[in-house]
């Protein structure tokens, strides 16, 4: 029995449950997700207009309900009906109406347990008793517009987990209280680092200077990194002329993720989703050769796309953010060689951050592609050759690509073992051909090139979302905003304190002398709870040692002459 049958089954018992107690509920749909289910509901006293919504002391009582119809081991029934019969049953039911009259057959199936009937094509169990009463708790009421959609009414929801036994269950519900601990939109507004401001907008992050040192932390590591290894780097601006995204196809197959246009001066230009076109431009503002090639420009680039408002999450899903994107114009015959390199240094960065474990997929041809059959295969051959040449295990996403070319991506998994997409290598025959890309090659013959979109860590925004999750906060040194601070006993302490921190500075290390009239205890609590790497604390017996008392992560580490502790630092 495949465990997303008995989460929609859940699904089915929940609607019963809520039906018994609260008769003339409307019901929206109810499918299985990760994890568990779901069920949209409008409650007879809000459609009367009301009020009254299910409040979190509701849940355990609706579970109760399900409990007692699970013990009643309904069956369900499968039935098919006409169209018309089914507009009958669901009379009372406008959602279901709704859906009713898109359906285009003329017959329909109708799921039916006790007394509640659901339009639903199914597969469900059998019998109610298939369900373990002790491995199922609805977990929380959200609010969720019926299909997704800001113009529609909002309905409420209520989130269930499922699984096949009370083991799994607890051991879920363990790792998501532990994901709360990290969840980084807490994280954020505890450590000071972001912001959001509904007067600002929903998915439009604000970074607070602690937050920007982190931006900037990891812009210098790229800007060093991807300079050695032979990119130059460009700057584009933030909206461009209608026609340019035209040219690009971006107008034609990218809109759904465009915002309007903006008029200046009689003209039509465009907030940009992506970088790319820019880049192309700036090749082509000379003549190249093959000597040129692989030409590499990077960009720190923030695009805009439109994102719908249900699903934005704190930094890893906004409307604005900022790629660590590059674009590889190369001849046809060097793009192994140049995936290669791409896929190590991707590689070499996210372990440099930390992320050992990760999965890598190959998407091949969708149904809807530009090119030609011919390059298609030929590109994805060598992205296969690349990854097979260094040994790396990855799958295969069949018709998974973009409609431009296939693609490589690695989703890293984090300290709790959840996924997260990041880096990007993409092949292109669509914009070369768009933009009559070309170079002249050692016969002193135009040929076109062949691009390659790539962003290593993705998104600035969303990694350090990712980054803060994955270490609860607690930031390797190198990525912690303020990474000391220094603690003096008493007011005579203060100099000595001021005396250190300076040393300190002298080598970048970012320090904060915390002078405040606070206890010393207070202050390393406060310390703590800010994630503070290094917590120095200094008295009289540190100054007579010319020394200081290191604390770092909850632990007091004991009395250390300076030179010890930036050698520590060093390491
Ligand atoms: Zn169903
Ligand atoms: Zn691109």
Not at 161 to 181: C, D, S, V, Y
Not at 226 to 255: C, E, F, M, N
Not at 430 to 455: C, S, V, W
Not at 491 to 515: D, G, I, P, T
Request: with cysteine; charged share 30%.
């Amino acid at each position: 029995m495949k465990i997303d049958t008995i989460r929609h089954s859940l699904a089915h018992i929940m609607a019963y449950a809520v039906q018994e107690m609260y008769p003339g509920t409307h019901f929206g749909i109810g499918p299985a997700i990760e994890n568990g289910f779901y069920y949209d509901f409008t409650l007879p006293s809000e459609a009367s207009g009301e009020g009254g919504t299910f409040a979190p002391e509701d849940l355990p009582k609706i579970e109760k309900k399900m409990k007692e119809l699970i013990k009643q081991n309904l069956e369900f029934k499968k039935k098919t009906v006409s169209k018309k019969e089914a507009k009958k049953i669901f009379k009372d039911q406008p959602y279901k109406l709704e859906l009713l009259s898109e359906i285009e057959s003329p017959k329909v199936s109708i799921y039916e347990s006790g007394k509640f009937v659901d339009l639903c094509k199914g597969p469900h169990l059998k019998l109610t008793k298939e369900i373990p009463t002790d491995a199922f708790k609805l977990t929380k009421i959200a609010g969720a517009y019926w299909r997704g959609n800001e113009k529609n009414p909002m309905l409420q929801r209520i989130y269930g987990i499922g699984f096949r036994t009370k083991k799994e269950l607890e051991a879920h519900l363990l790792k998501e209280q532990e994901a709360e601990k990290r969840d980084h939109r807490v994280l954020g507004q505890k450590l000071e680092l972001f912001l959001m401001d509904e007067e600002v907008g929903s998915g439009l992050p604000l970074w607070l200077p602690k937050g920007a040192v982190m931006c900037r932390l990891i812009e210098n590591y790229l800007y060093k990194e991807l300079t050695a290894q032979g990119y130059y780097w460009v700057v584009t601006p933030h909206i461009a002329k209608l026609d340019l995204w035209k040219t690009s196809g971006h107008w034609d197959l990218y809109r759904e993720n465009m915002y309007s246009p903006i008029k200046i001066d009689e003209e039509e230009y465009m907030l940009k989703p992506m970088n790319c076109p820019f880049h192309v431009k700036i090749y082509q503002s000379k003549i190249r050769s093959y000597k040129d090639l692989p030409l590499k420009l990077a960009e720190l680039g923030t695009v805009y796309r439109y994102e719908k408002s249900g699903v934005l999450h704190g930094l890893t899903r906004v409307r604005g953010f900022t790629q660590d994107d590059a674009h590889i114009i190369c001849e046809p015959n060097q793009l192994s060689e140049e995936v290669t390199k791409l896929l190590k240094s991707g590689l070499k960065m996210l372990k440099t951050f930390g992320f050992k474990d990760y999965e890598i997929y190959l998407s091949t041809r969708p149904e809807k592609y530009a090119g030609t059959l011919k390059s298609w295969e030929k590109a994805t051959n060598s992205l296969k050759y690349v990854l097979n040449k260094l040994k790396l295990k990855y799958q295969t996403d069949p018709g998974g690509g973009v409609f431009y070319g296939p693609k490589i991506d690695i989703k890293i998994k984090d300290s709790l073992g959840r996924p997260w997409q990041c880096t990007t290598i993409q092949i292109d025959f669509n914009l070369p051909e768009r933009f009559k890309m070309t170079y002249i090659d050692k016969k002193g013959k135009k040929q076109e090139p062949m691009m390659i979109h790539r962003a290593l860590l993705g998104s600035i925004e969303r990694f350090i979302g990712v980054l803060l999750e994955h270490y609860a906060g607690s930031l390797p040194l190198w990525l912690a905003p303020v990474q000391i601070w220094v603690i003096p006993v008493g007011a005579r302490h203060e100099k000595y304190a001021s005396q250190v921190a300076k040393e300190l500075a002298e080598v970048n290390l970012r320090v904060e002398v915390k002078n405040e009239n606070e206890t010393v205890s207070k202050k390393i609590r406060e310390g703590e709870i800010q994630k503070i790497p290094y917590l120095l604390v200094v008295g009289d017996k540190e100054i007579k040692a010319k020394s200081v008392r290191v604390r770092s992560k909850n632990k007091d580490l004991g009395i250390m002459k300076i030179n010890k502790f930036l050698k520590k630092c060093s390491r």
